[in-house]
């Protein structure tokens, strides 16, 4: 962005629009059957089909089908019970047959919609999805293999993809941010695709125009290619309406291109001048019939479909109290999140607790390490029965969280670490007064000035009978017998005088 920028907002309004490419979690390609797993040997998964020799006939791959469907009806998507296949042509190094097979004017899916929120004023944020097709992906062209060569490896050639095409209805590079997280959000709790920006199954195209304030058309648009991060994306859209505002407002005109984010340079360059439908003379695939779903499948998919993450927001605000609106923001970032903290709160009867210990201890756990929650080494009816034991008095909340560090080191269950570790809290007053002796005895200074009457010491003693307690002692009784300690001490100082 340009130190004028800032200024660029008041006069002119981004428009955006966003085609995202999603690699569907199959085990094989879309037309054969080659591994579609990430991170083989160069051109390990490549087969006559997928090279495109002379005779290979494409094969269609009926899961595909069926997560291509699926990702449509939790998108909110109208599934199309006809749809065509089509030769979309172009040359490039890493596109073997010369041609891609994608769906053009009859895809698989229309209309959808994605929530993303509401504007200042109040108002709902949704963007409209005009189009959701499948196609295969290309190879991959590499040019950091060999001085001065470039290689291609086309083990992702084949891949099944879809395609979803947002209207552009997005008006900033946040509001692009929170879609393609909302996006992404909804796509893995529908279990469609790892939707993994490092691994390249989740990569996004930015078409972006620029209007002054109060214009209702559109503006010529440019695409960003070459973005892999969502920061990315952010920067890359800001950088380009600098651009396109610079130009517009010196009386220029924007040219309809391709463009390249370079993030390392925080720049935008032009790739190529932007194709039309026409320049890859669509038509149908010859080798592959009409794609017929009937009603009943349709059906069956979307009654088969898991509890999409609005649905289990709006579950938890209803059904669990205390939960502030951050909470369930985050425990449903993901459905993995969801289902280990609803585990937690049915186990332990307690979801205010489950979700004070998920927001507080785990999520720092999983946060130093950089695991999901589906590498966490503590089991869910485990953390259950330490809040249990927190709960009912069994141990201290203090000696919880130190049983709780032994948990994620060991995988042990609480019970045993407590009972190895002498955790269990002591309530008796022999025990405790024995404890209090000690550390008064200990911190003679600051007992001689708590029992002279500053009152504010109490805690820090408590502290130190904890201590010397290993965690262990009922830290509320303690209290209560310091305090009855200091005021034995201002009676005898009273019937002294």
Not at 3 to 21: F, I, K, N, Q
Not at 244 to 249: F, H
Not at 290 to 295: C, D, G, N, Q, V
Not at 357 to 371: D, I, N, R, S
Request: charged share 25%.
């Amino acid at each position: 962005m340009t130190a004028d920028a800032p200024s660029w907002h008041d006069r002119y309004e981004m428009v955006v629009g966003l085609e995202v490419h999603v690699q569907l979690k199959t085990a094989t390609k879309i037309f054969c059957p080659c591994s579609a797993d990430f991170g083989a040997p160069p051109n390990a998964n490549t087969c006559p089909v997928c090279l495109a020799l002379p005779g290979a006939l494409p094969v269609l791959n009926d899961h595909a089908v069926e997560l291509a469907v699926r990702a449509a009806l939790a998108l909110e998507c109208d599934v199309q019970s006809v749809s065509v296949f089509a030769r979309k042509n172009y040359f490039y190094p890493d596109l073997p047959k010369g041609y891609q097979i994608s769906q053009f004017d009859l895809p698989i899916a229309l209309r959808g919609c994605v929530r993303i929120g509401t504007r200042p004023d109040g108002s709902p944020i949704n963007i409209g999805i005009t189009r959701l097709h499948m196609e295969e992906d290309a190879g991959k062209s590499l040019h950091d293999r060999f001085p001065g060569a470039t290689a291609v490896d086309l083990n992702r050639a084949g891949v099944p993809l879809v395609e979803i095409v947002s209207e552009p209805e997005m008006r900033g590079a946040d509001e692009a941010d929170a879609y393609l997280r909302a996006l992404k959000q909804i796509l893995e709790y529908a279990a469609v695709s790892d939707v993994s920006m490092e691994q390249g199954s989740l990569r996004v195209d930015a078409n972006i125009s620029v209007r002054r304030r109060g214009e209702t058309h559109l503006g010529t648009k440019t695409e960003i290619k070459n973005m892999n991060s969502f920061s990315g994306v952010a920067r890359a859209l800001d950088t380009e309406f600098a651009r396109q505002c610079a130009v517009v407002d010196a009386g220029g005109t924007i040219e309809q291109q391709t463009m390249l984010w370079d993030a390392s340079a925080n720049q935008v360059r032009p790739a190529r001048s932007k194709e039309g439908s026409h320049d890859y003379r669509y038509f149908p695939e010859p080798d592959l019939p009409p794609l017929i779903l009937p009603l009943e499948r349709i059906d069956r998919i979307k009654r088969e479909l898991p509890e999409l993450p609005d649905a289990r927001r709006a579950r938890y605000r209803r059904e669990l109290e205390g939960l502030s609106d951050y909470d369930v923001e985050v425990l449903t970032a993901t459905a993995a999140m969801g289902d280990y903290f609803e585990q937690v709160a049915r186990q332990s009867e307690d979801p205010k607790s489950a979700a004070t210990w998920m927001m507080g201890e785990v999520l720092a756990v999983l946060k130093a390490t950089g695991h999901t929650i589906e590498r966490f080494a503590v089991r869910p009816a485990d953390l259950a029965k330490l809040i249990r034991m927190v709960g009912d008095g069994t141990i201290t909340r203090t000696a919880g969280k130190q049983v709780f560090a032994r948990m994620v080191e060991t995988g042990d269950p609480p019970a045993a670490i407590v009972e190895r570790e002498g955790l269990a809290k002591v309530s008796d007053d022999g025990a405790l007064a024995g404890w209090i002796d000690a550390a008064l005895a200990e911190h003679p200074g600051e007992a001689a000035r708590f029992l002279g009457g500053e009152q504010r010491l109490q805690g820090v003693l408590v502290g130190y009978v904890m201590k010397k307690s290993n965690r262990s002692a009922d830290p509320k009784r303690v209290n209560q017998l310091l305090a009855e300690r200091l005021g034995n001490a201002r009676n005898r100082s009273t019937s002294t005088e």
